[in-house]
T-cell receptor, first 110, second 116 residues
Framework: LAKTTQPISMDSYEGQEVNITCSHNNIATNDYITWYQQFPSQGPRFIIQGYKTKVTNEVASLFIPADRKSSTLSLPRVSLSDTAVYYC???????????FGSGTRLQVQP | GAVVSQHPSWVICKSGTSVKIECRSLDFQATTMFWYRQFPKQSLMLMATSNEGSKATYEQGVEKDKFLINHASLTLSTLTVTSAHPEDSSFYICSTRLPSSYNEQFFGPGTRLTVL
């Protein structure tokens, strides 16, 4: 399994764009990059997934460079409700279970 | 997506007792469910994979006789913590995935277990 490294914590203010970068130097050809969000005392929630280049949905954007050794989750104009832990996961589609890293604790302030 | 529920949402028990946690897939039939444990300020740790109609697959270091998993139907998996001790106090979360979804899992709301 590709190991992921992401910042332990980040701080931001409401209305700002937040970019969380995840390193996965040992990513394999069949691996996809997936991001989850977890609020306190709740189960994680899928945010976005990608293989290469850029993926955008109604919640976030995911930027993946050509070498795929890192990825950046971009949250546009964050609000207080975006305060959560964000997990970057790398796994191939054949794996049925997910392995969570330490995650990034994002704190959004007024 | 899939909707997953858990019951109870929290439970407090005395040391030495057993506690059963239910995980239900509400809107589709889940042949596989996953059980995770999360200690405060830590990440999720996979405990076991629950397979409908067969034995669960446990991760290394997880005692199968202590954490009994039953997946008797396509919509229900149960985790029983037997002879619970204070160190078993944790947040237990189940999840499932649609066969067609690549790494998109749907998680339950979690169960907070406190063993006194």
């Amino acid at each position: 399994l590709a190991k992921t490294t992401q910042p332990i914590s980040m701080d931001s203010y409401e209305g700002q764009e937040v970019n969380i970068t995840c390193s996965h130097n040992n990513i394999a050809t069949n691996d996809y990059i997936t991001w989850y969000q977890q609020f306190p005392s709740q189960g994680p929630r899928f945010i976005i997934q990608g293989y290469k280049t850029k993926v955008t949905n109604e919640v976030a954007s995911l930027f993946i460079p050509a070498d795929r050794k890192s990825s950046t989750l971009s949250l546009p104009r964050v609000s207080l409700s975006d305060t959560a832990v964000y997990y970057c996961l790398v796994a191939d589609t054949g794996r049925r279970a997910l392995t969570f890293g330490s995650g990034t604790r994002l704190q959004v302030q007024p | 997506g899939a909707v997953v529920s858990q019951h109870p949402s929290w439970v407090i028990c005395k040391s030495g007792t057993s506690v059963k946690i239910e995980c239900r897939s509400l809107d589709f039939q889940a042949t596989t469910m996953f059980w995770y444990r999360q200690f405060p300020k830590q990440s999720l740790m996979l405990m076991a994979t629950s397979n409908e109609g067969s034995k669960a697959t446990y991760e290394q270091g997880v005692e199968k006789d202590k954490f009994l998993i039953n997946h008797a139907s396509l919509t229900l998996s149960t985790l029983t913590v037997t002879s619970a001790h204070p160190e078993d106090s944790s947040f237990y979360i189940c999840s499932t995935r649609l066969p067609s979804s690549y790494n998109e899992q749907f998680f339950g709301p979690g169960t907070r277990l406190t063993v006194l």
